[in-house]
């Protein structure tokens, strides 16, 4: 079986990794965060009942190109099947690199087991963020070993292309990690000639950049582009998460709707956010700001205990096997991820793209040569990870579907006519159970509100506005703080008073009715 692996190992590792892919596509996978899920039912038609062209955070021609494919087949699953199928290409690309690499068995193997698990982790937990950054890694480590007229390198430069059509910030991420790379390790012949190599890929670059920035600055949503900016400069600012976390945002501030992401109506303007943003960002130079940005990236490392595994298995391959000189890339690397992480708040799905630059020097340097047990040992950890890994994304599927079953029994008798909001639970755990067809009853708050797909979805019942709603209902998680978003409606119509409330083991649910003025 050894020398069968070893003569075949692309062959091998293709096969069984299309095994798996084919096994997640019928397993409870599911989106990682809201973001996919709201993108999917807008290029879908689930949320304004017609395939929206625009999707915000993905190229507009990507996004353009689903709701095509939505309208030419609305039930197929467009949206994550092409991330599922750029994972798999990507995963293709790095261990055809893999394979034609002269190093130990044991330690190729190790290598094809750990570039499998991050990728089934991915497929598992789909992100678009994430997605970009592997298919770009993946597309940057072939071309640097393709030559310029293969079909590889044609493979390379469609990836890059299709991650940056996917999410530009992931693509500078890997790139500025590469850069780095390549200037700390390689000669000057070396860096000029993978210029060269990359050229066509600047080009591509630089024109799906400027055409998405010209695109939205000139297209009708502008104003709400605008307004989601300043959003996310305050919402994801580190210190506004430091006044949260220490809460000093009291109920009657102007700010408590909005850090609880209910601002589809209200006082607060753009100029507002672009001024508080201004003051929060005075904050980041107070010692207790500092000392928050190594709590917020302990804890954060610690709520993804799988990519925190992966992250300290890479960090240490490289620090025992590394070379001098990519050592100090990996330290200079560590820093500039604590630095940003001052100023910028990076979540798990970011994070991990800072340690898969790393797989960089592991994979195309084959001078990581170990004792062969170290790589038998490594390889068992790896395989029990993937079991482990395995066992709990199968439980979290079954209490997804079992809570499911649970909003299908107290939706049940809503009316058509009447939406449901959510507070407490994320609507990336509803899967693919809406469709043009079948519209999604849910009105969402967070960075749709005040956008013109808001403004459709609201058309679907009638109204223009979340204040003028005759009646509507609310799905909650249970959980011992009070609701807030009863009284964010109430502050938008004073008439508004609850009529039903009933319970179930995971959530509760509230029906609401606005007497007349």
């Not at 060269?196 to 950049?209: D, H, T, Y």
């Not at 709707?257 to 956010?273: P, V």
Request: include cysteine; aromatic fraction near 20%; proline fraction near 4%.
């Amino acid at each position: 079986m050894k020398d069968f692996i070893k003569k075949n190992l692309f062959i091998f590792w293709v096969t069984l990794f299309s095994i798996f892919t084919l096994i997640i596509w019928f397993l409870p996978w599911r989106f990682q965060v809201n973001d996919d899920q709201v993108m999917m039912w807008l290029v879908s038609g689930a949320y304004t009942g017609t395939p929206e062209s625009y999707a915000v955070y993905i190229h507009p021609f990507l996004s353009w190109t689903f709701s095509k494919l939505y309208i030419l087949s609305p039930t197929t699953p467009w949206y994550p099947l092409t991330w599922f199928l750029v994972v798999y290409f990507s995963f293709l690309s790095l261990i055809k690199v893999l394979s034609i690499k002269i190093i130990p068995f044991f330690q190729q193997q190790f290598m094809a087991i750990l570039i499998c698990l991050i990728c089934i982790h991915f497929l598992f937990f789909l992100q678009f963020t994430q997605v970009a950054g592997i298919a770009f890694l993946a597309g940057l480590i072939l071309c640097i070993n393709s030559g310029a007229k293969s079909l590889n390198y044609l493979l390379s430069i469609t990836l890059m292309s299709l991650a940056f059509l996917i999410r530009y910030e992931a693509v500078l991420l890997v790139t500025i990690g590469a850069s780095f790379y390549f200037l700390i390790v390689y000669r000057y012949a070396e860096l000029k000639k993978l210029a060269f190599m990359f050229l066509p890929i600047v080009g591509i670059a630089l024109l799906l950049f400027f055409s998405k920035f010209y695109w939205e600055k000139n297209s009708e949503y502008s104003k709400f582009l605008q307004f989601n900016k300043a959003r996310s400069g305050v919402l994801d600012h580190p210190a506004f998460h430091r006044i949260l976390i220490e809460n000093e945002i009291s109920e009657d501030s102007k700010w408590f709707f909005f850090s609880r992401w209910f601002f589809e109506e209200g006082e607060l303007a753009t100029q507002d956010l672009i001024e508080y943003k201004s003051e929060l960002d005075q904050m980041l130079f107070s010692l207790d700001q500092v000392a928050e940005t190594f709590r917020r990236t302990a804890k954060i490392q610690m709520a993804e205990a799988f990519k925190s595994f992966i992250s300290l298995l890479i960090l240490g391959l490289l620090f025992f096997y590394g070379k001098k000189k990519v050592v100090t890339f990996t330290i200079v690397w560590l820093l500039v991820l604590l630095v940003l992480s001052h100023f910028f708040i990076f979540y798990g799905r970011v994070t991990i793209l800072f340690f898969l630059v790393l797989l960089i020097p592991l994979i195309l340097d084959s001078s990581f040569f170990g004792k062969e047990n170290y790589w038998k040992w490594g390889i068992s950890l790896l395989v029990f990870a993937l079991i482990f890994h395995s066992i709990n994304f199968l439980k979290e599927g079954y209490g997804r579907k079992i809570m499911r079953s649970e909003i299908t029994e107290l939706t049940m008798n809503t009316s058509a006519s009447e939406p449901i909001f959510i507070e407490g639970y994320q609507v990336h755990m509803f899967g693919l159970n809406y469709n043009q067809f079948n519209p999604s009853p849910f009105i969402i708050q967070g960075w749709i509100s005040r956008s013109p797909f808001q403004e459709k979805a609201l058309k679907r019942f009638n109204v223009s506005k979340i204040s003028k709603l005759g009646t509507f209902s609310l799905l909650a998680i249970q959980m011992d703080e009070p609701l807030v978003f009863p009284d964010y409606m109430k502050s938008l119509n004073p008439n508004i008073h609850r009529v039903s409330f009933t319970t179930s083991p995971n959530f509760q649910f509230l029906q609401f009715k606005s007497d007349p003025y």
